[in-house]
């Protein structure tokens, strides 16, 4: 896992609203490495989502900078980014929504390799058949449609259609999220079966930290458009630097319970709005530890040990 096989520096995207100014990614910063697994973590309406279209070249950014392999792919012509199109793919967090209700299986499975132009008729039905065996549907699923299958069902079409064209790299947006818990589990391992046996990377975008426990080989969490901290499994399962960072963790169940790790650390209140010009830091108002630097400046991403960097001024002395 030592080849970059994404670079993504300085992202950022706002929106223009009734009432100002949405800010939604505020400079972002990620490398991915080929065969690796990052996590991309947070609450809800942090910015996680439209970071990763961003990557995924379905949102375009206002501005930096996102290399595939070396190559710049912001400011490509469309005839230009054609050939790297492939090679980022993305599964969605509705597996409903996100397939055409009027195509049958076969006919969703095809289309990417129709549009890329992958072989001829015969050769593209068998691999549609080749990947629906290999994420575990029945060959009768071909000539049936989205509506007649389970959510998890129509989670396997969905990553069904994001293996179709070979991509180096999958976007995982909130993929197991809107599924069953008895069913989360059976798609967190086929993920990693897939990348066993396609070497691919994941940028595996999700709210829970428990969903990513076991799968990530680095975590970034991200809060109000910005990262704040970002570690390899191991110093970042120990010792998380953040309070953001800690109450996630605090929130996630026990297993074989319904309780929290540890209820004195859940984290109150709600995010600040995204929208209009912040001063200090962003998590002040909802941190346990805020003192007077916090108001005036934010802090910038920092190493507190190798690999593993934080923005808060706690760990800045």
């Not at 549009?115 to 015969?122: E, I, L, M, Q, W």
């Not at 989670?155 to 197991?176: F, K, N, S, T, W």
Request: include cysteine.
């Amino acid at each position: 896992m030592n080849e970059v096989l994404l670079n993504v520096t300085g992202l950022r995207k706002s929106f223009r609203i009734n009432s100002g100014v949405l800010t939604a990614v505020a400079g972002a910063d990620l490398i991915i490495r080929r065969g690796e697994t990052v996590a991309l973590a947070g609450e809800s309406g942090c910015g996680k989502s439209t970071l990763g279209r961003m990557i995924a070249g379905l949102t375009p950014p206002d501005a930096g900078s996102v290399k595939l392999l070396g190559t710049e792919l912001i400011g490509l012509s469309h005839r230009a980014l054609r050939p790297w199109r492939p090679k980022v793919q993305m599964i969605f967090q509705d597996p409903f929504s996100s397939l055409n209700p009027r195509s049958t299986v076969a006919r969703i499975l095809e289309e990417p390799l129709i549009v890329h132009r992958r072989g001829d008729a015969r050769e593209r039905r068998a691999e549609v058949a080749r990947m629906m065996e290999r994420v575990g549907l029945r060959p009768e699923a071909a000539s049936r449609y989205p509506h007649e299958f389970s959510g998890g069902q129509r989670q396997r079409i969905g990553i069904a259609r994001a293996l179709m064209l070979r991509p180096e790299l999958i976007i995982c947006d909130e993929p197991v999220s809107a599924l069953d818990v008895s069913v989360r589990a059976q798609i967190l391992n086929l993920l990693a079966d897939l990348q066993q046996e396609m070497g691919l990377s994941y940028l595996f975008i999700s709210h829970d930290l428990s969903v990513v426990q076991h799968l990530a080989d680095r975590v970034a969490v991200m809060y109000l458009g910005k990262i704040v901290e970002l570690g390899g499994k191991d110093s970042f399962w120990a010792t998380p630097g953040h309070p953001y960072t800690q109450a996630l963790m605090a929130a996630r169940p026990l297993p074989g319970t319904g309780q929290r790790l540890r209820d004195k650390e859940i984290l109150e209140g709600e995010m600040p709005s995204p929208i209009g010009k912040r001063e200090g830091c962003d998590f002040r108002a909802r941190c346990r530890c805020a003192f007077a630097p916090c108001a005036s400046t934010g802090p910038e991403l920092r190493s507190r040990a190798p690999g593993h960097v934080v923005a808060c001024h706690l760990t800045q002395g």
